[in-house]
Structure formats: structure tokens, C-alpha cells
């Protein structure tokens, strides 16, 4: 074959490959655009469901759409409303405890009292059968925070057992629950300090 022939093959083959990879390409990014909305769906459906877990009962606003965003200890704080009657009655935002795997993530409800409305476990990478407790599906102990706040029990007393507390440790795994226990105190101290914000009375404490 003349080395004429042999280039004219070459380039025409990185002509053919280069217009197989445009298409592909071009291919890839209208899939993405066509998925797109169906995924913020779905996102926001499981967001919605993570949100119902611990802010029990009807609210009459869009939580999602109803937020303020706050500087927290470990960085700013994306917090969701809930509202009756235009009254913020409610508040769920994210806390971060440390574990013995690394850090685990929850969601807390809070009342406009400061009472737990509810906590659950988002992301963790406790031991199987040991720190894994902490999931609603494993047992009740993540149940125990429902009703409490910083009066009940005593700041003190925001501890596992083994550190003088009320809350239950696992055994073997006294980690795990000591710090998810440390999380959601945190959450409370958040919530008593921008309380005013956080319940939309800033206009109110103005006017008096």
C-alpha cells in the first residue's frame, strides 16, 4: 500500500471515530437534560419523606421552598420551615456527630418550644451489628430523644450512661451513641441561639 493511500485511510478513520465519540457525546447530554427533572423529582420526594420523619403533622407551607441558611459550628446550616397559620411551629435541619468510622449525619426536628421533635440517621459508616443501633430499623434507641430539650434532661446530663448521662451506649460500641447524642445536644444549643431567626420573629423583637 503507498504511504498516500495509507494516510488518506488514517485520517479518514480519526474523521469516523472523532464523529462516533461528537454523537455519543451529544447523545449523552440530551439524556442528562431529558432525566434531569425527573431526577430533582426524585430527590425532592426523598427529601420530603426524610423531612416527614421528624417533623410529625400537617404544615401548610412548602418546607422545601421555606428555608434560611445560618452560620452553624461546623459551617452553615440549611434550615427547613414549617408553618400553621403563618406561624413557624417547626424547624429540621442537619447535625454531624463523630463516630468510630468517621462522621455520622442526622436530620433533627425541633418545635418553636425547642422540644425533639424527632432525629434519624442519614449517612454513617458505624460497624454492621454494633454501631448500626443508631438506624430506626435496628432498634428504638434513636426513638429515646423524642420530647427532650435542654431542661429535660439537665445540660449535664446530655451524656450516654458510661459519661454520667440518661441516654443508653451499646454494647461494644459506646462511641457510636455518644456521638450522635453530642450531635443533636449541639442542635439544641443551635436552636436556642438563633431561635429568634430561625421562628421568623426578628421583625417582632423589633417592634417592641
Request: glycine content about 12%; charged content about 30%.
Amino acid at each position: 500500500m503507498k504511504l498516500e493511500e495509507l494516510r488518506s485511510k488514517l485520517s479518514y478513520q480519526g474523521i469516523l471515530l472523532g464523529g462516533v465519540a461528537l454523537l455519543t457525546s451529544a447523545a449523552l447530554a440530551y439524556a442528562s437534560r431529558a432525566t434531569e427533572a425527573d431526577i430533582k423529582a426524585a430527590e425532592a420526594a426523598d427529601l420530603k419523606q426524610s423531612l416527614a420523619q421528624v417533623l410529625p403533622g400537617e404544615y401548610e407551607n412548602d418546607l422545601l421552598k421555606d428555608t434560611v441558611t445560618l452560620p452553624g459550628k461546623d459551617g452553615e446550616v440549611l434550615v427547613y420551615r414549617g408553618r400553621r397559620e403563618g406561624k413557624v411551629e417547626a424547624v429540621v435541619y442537619r447535625v454531624t456527630g463523630h463516630g468510630y468510622a468517621g462522621n455520622i449525619v442526622c436530620v433533627m426536628g425541633v418545635s418553636r418550644e425547642g422540644k425533639v421533635l424527632g432525629v434519624r440517621v442519614i449517612n454513617h459508616k458505624e460497624t454492621p451489628g454494633l454501631g448500626d443501633k443508631i438506624e430506626p430499623a435496628k432498634g428504638d434507641w434513636i426513638h429515646s430523644f423524642e420530647g427532650k430539650w435542654l431542661g429535660e434532661p439537665a445540660t449535664d446530663k446530655w451524656a450516654v450512661k458510661k459519661d454520667g448521662g440518661v441516654f443508653d451506649q451499646f454494647a461494644g460500641a459506646t462511641i457510636t451513641p455518644r456521638g450522635v447524642v453530642k450531635a443533636v445536644k449541639g442542635g439544641l444549643e443551635f436552636f436556642e441561639k438563633e431561635r429568634t431567626t430561625l421562628l421568623d420573629e426578628t421583625e417582632l423583637v423589633t417592634q417592641k
